[in-house]
């Protein structure tokens, strides 16, 4: 499973990394890169900043297998609004979200999450 990923301080890329997954950078990908399912990966910003995710959900949405989102807690009921936003709108299952970029548990649950999805 490939992971899709928009990341603005580089949190969300130093939590993708750790997966150890096969993954690009949606503002930087080529067209072979979303040939196969993927997870999206986003940080929680505001739409002005992250409509890059909405974007490329926007034409691929139909690829998507699911979202995970970063977040920090301190935000309370806004804690990774982006990545539940996007999953409302385009209709996806919100999979999982961590702090920052996450800790070894995060990223054990996600890689179990992942298998569970192929």
Do not use: H, W
Not at 15 to 22: N, S, T
Not at 29 to 45: A, E, G, K, N, R
Not at 46 to 65: H, V
Not at 90 to 103: D, K
């Amino acid at each position: 499973m490939k992971i899709a990923y928009f990341s603005v301080t580089g949190q969300v890329r130093r939590f993708v990394k750790k997966l150890d997954l096969p993954s690009f950078e949606i503002t930087d990908f080529s067209q072979s890169d979303v040939d196969d399912s993927f997870i999206l990966v986003v940080p929680t910003y505001e739409p002005d900043i992250t409509y890059p995710a909405d974007e490329f959900l926007e034409d691929y949405s139909d690829k998507c297998r699911g979202i995970l989102g970063s977040g920090n807690r301190n935000f309370g009921d806004e804690f990774v609004y982006t990545a539940k936003d996007l999953a409302k709108k385009y209709n996806l299952p919100m999979l999982y979200s961590f702090e920052f970029n996450g800790t070894q548990e995060d990223v054990a649950n996600v890689l179990e999450i992942i298998t569970k999805i192929k």
